[in-house]
């Protein structure tokens, strides 16, 4: 067959991920994109071939020949066992549904780790206790192999892990860029390891690996209360596997012939800080020729190693670095950077000072009204980083284990004119592919959307948490589910979720009950509707953006006992009215002195019942499970009648008369048919009442644009969008926000604040309008029935005092764009692109036959376009892969 050049294979990932390096997925999965001229690109016939050579000449271990199918995303391995520790390339060809063939893709690689806990034979977990300070500090410990090596080496992969965080070197060099491994899991249960690619790193004759280990998530103190969750003993677990050029292998791994002390990292603790004394260096300590006489043997610990799992989720980096944007002197003639932006992570600084000359690093989200530092809201968590200088010279310092979050750092010990161009804010958080932008005419609403962004990165280290700064880091799992939609348009969070959701089913309890925070820290608590139910609806939507059926699969159980569990409490199996519920988190509707909206709880746990029910039942008929679809379907179906005959009147009206009631029962269509319109317009009548702003919290703040958009009151949700004063979305950005408040009013008109106890400004809960940003003002959602984006939904909304919107979202298919502008005559210029090998339903809302021309002809007979049909809601027509302009009429 003719090669035909205008179809292009590229962007080649594997479980989601750019050629990741280490995992233990016996059937990992492959993904494509594709390009191609024109319009209407649909893959026919794929071919996907991986080998254990990159040029394929030989070594095949699966070769799908030709094989007749469309599918291009999540495609798994069919072919003979993967070996563990091997690196596999793979590379793809695809045919179009018109016979033209593209050339084979560039390769991409995958490389296996372990694939079981005997592969670890070669190490075992090692400690090093050492004293602590009188704060019971106990300082990292810093362990240390050397060794020979016997020949030309052609490849050195180093799998580790620890209770802690660590820090690997090899060489005297770090192993990567990456921070805080393993990062947060439920460590008695799973804990993730590293591999590192260190062939580089290693040199003829001696060489030497090193660690340093801190507390990392495992000993730090992890909330409010004191004490430690996990552990008070840290522990490493090392193996390095040498490949000679003649086919033999060594392995060097951590046993009592590794040795360790302590060094200049005195404290390292996540809430805290860093306490760095440079004059206790050990220089040269993870080099070969370091004398390391007068170390102490390491300990052996006793670990189970069966719950180690390869990395998961992508890892920590820094991802970004900011200039300081000024020196502020406070009032009170304190010394500030601003560093312009509220920030996750850490700075890095130069130093030239005495010896014995102590930096210290205190960092706050903002300045109170007078213009001083402020932490209040930190509440117990000190942030504070102390440097002490060995003198001499430069001296550079940032971090290691721990992460501040703040836009101000006050700085002691070092004058004014010893700071500029001495200091870096160095952006940290889970390495996500960046995947959408919004951006609008209105440039507080790009600041929103900005903001939302960035509250995203601050809070997605490792886990979705709920704030980056105070002493409750934790991963909240009502944040998570109310802003998850949201976060998938702006990266891309399927490892970052998948991650999580397996440590909230393990740590959720045997009775199905969920914590509510993942990882499980038991302070917190556990089973509040609209938290619990993240184990249901976070796994569906990552199903739904992702088109990853492996997620509701591996989840179903945990998703299944967590309705078994709500069905299980108090008297009436069809409506949860028992135990402890947060309600409307933070509703404004509350009353004097209280964190929990007016909504009645009863009502916010019953609907949220019926709505897990019904994703469980969506779920189980995905997943072929016919019995269990038909079993929760009438599941709730009882409960929605339940929910009607508790909180709903015979005329239609919802007992508990808030506006969060009307758009949760709205939005989980817990109404009956004939009353959704008139309870709709009610709602609408709520926020006009209040005087045009939203009175929600955690709960009902989610759905209420959508709610309102759905049932024909745009107009108000864009009036709610737009509203500068508080409460709403603008007002904290006329404060200078540059993230998402927890609350409303966190600084209010005055300058004065919400509260001290319970006031963070970077707090990604109400970002979750990012959702109705893309989704509705720009118009780019999924198709339930074609989950992934195999068949997008595209439905502008134009509204508001907005000229223009446009949105693009990398989705597994490609770029998707939506664009509108209002151009001068007064049409609607409508731009779409869609990926190739997907297609789009699209909706013009209020447009008539004969009302709107694409490419300047009629829309019927514009290439790619098809199923054109008048509905009462506006236009509806198909549109297959390719790029659009449609110019539309207005009256």
Known sequence: MEQMAHIEVFDLTCNHKIEPLGIDDKTPRFSWKIKAEGRGFEQAVFRLQVAENRD????????????????????????????????????????????????????????????????????????????????????????????????????????????????????????DDTHLSPGWTSYTKRIQYQTYDVTSLLREGGNAVGVILGNGWYKSKLSWVPGRIYGDTRAALVQLHIRYTDGTEDIIGSDSSWKGNDGALRISELYDGEFYDARLERSGWASPD?????????????????????????????????????????????????MGQNMVGWVHFTAVAEAGTAITLKHAEVLDKDGNFYTGNLRSAQQTVTYVCMGGGIENFHPLFSFQGFRYVKIEGLSVAEIPGRFEGCVLTSDLQAAGSFHSSDPLINKLAENIVWGQMGNFVDVPTDCPQRDERLGWTGDAQAFVRASTYNRNVAPFFIKWLRDLAADQQLDGGVPHVVPDVPVAGYNSAAWGDAAVIVPWVVYQRYGDERVLREQYPSMRKWVEYVRSQGENEFLWNTGFHFGDWLGLDAKENSYVGATSRDLIATAFYAHSAGLVAKSAQVLGYA???????????????????????????????????????????????????????????????????????????????HVLTRFGHADLAYKLLERREYPSWLYPVTRGATTIWEHWDGIKPDGSFWS????????????????WLFGSVAGIDTDEAAPGYRRI??????????????????????????????????????????????????????????GVTESGRELEHSEGIADVAETPEGLRFRAGSGEYVFRIKTL
């Not at 009147?649 to 008369?657: D, K, L, N, V, W």
């Not at 009548?685 to 009175?695: A, C, D, K, N, R």
């Not at 809960?765 to 990012?770: S, V």
């Not at 907005?802 to 764009?817: D, M, N, P």
């Open 56 to 175: 394929f000449t030989d070594a095949l271990v699966w070769d799908t020949d030709k094989s007749n199918s469309g599918q291009s995303v999540l495609v798994p391995y069919a072919g003979r066992p993967l070996e563990p520790r091997t690196r596999y390339f793979y590379r793809v060809k695809v045919w179009g549904s018109d016979g033209g063939e593209s050339s084979w893709s560039a390769p991409a690689f995958f490389e296996t780790a372990f694939y079981s806990e005997e592969e670890w034979k070669g190490a075992e977990w090692i400690s090093l206790p050492l004293p602590e300070d009188e704060h019971g500090n106990e300082p990292a410990a810093y362990l240390r192999k050397s060794f020979q090596l016997r020949g030309s080496v052609a490849s050195a992969r180093v799998y580790a892990t620890s209770l802690g965080a660590y820090k690997l070197y090899v060489n005297g060099y770090p192993a």
């Open 290 to 338: 370091f004398d390391d006489a007068d170390w102490r043997a390491a300990v052996l610990y006793d670990f189970p190693k069966t719950g180690l799992v390869a990395q998961e989720n992508e890892p920590v980096r820094v991802v970004k670095k900011l200039v300081p944007v000024s020196v502020v002197t406070t009032p009170r003639g304190e010394t500030l950077l601003d």
């Open 756 to 771: 001290d106890d319970m006031n963070s400004y970077n707090h990604y809960a109400y970002g979750a309008i990012g959702d």
């Open 793 to 850: 939904k595209l439905q502008p909304l134009p509204g508001g005092s907005l000229q223009f919107a446009v949105a693009t979202h990398e989705s597994s298919y490609g770029l998707i764009r939506s664009a509108w502008s209002r151009s001068a005559d007064g049409d609607i210029v409508y731009e779409a692109t869609i990926p190739a090998n997907a297609a789009a339903d699209v909706l013009l809302t209020g447009v008539k036959r004969g």
């Open 627 to 705: 019995e269990d679809a038909a079993s929760y379907s009438r599941l709730r179906d009882s409960i929605v009648q339940a929910f009607r005959d508790e909180f709903v009147t015979p005329s239609g009206r919802i007992a508990s008369p808030t506006q969060t009631a009307y758009a949760v029962a709205l939005m989980f269509d817990l109404l009956k048919e004939e009353d959704r319109r008139q309870a709709a317009d009610r709602l609408a009548l709520l926020v006009e009442e209040s005087g045009f702003q939203l009175t929600t919290g955690f709960v009902g703040t989610p759905y209420l644009c």
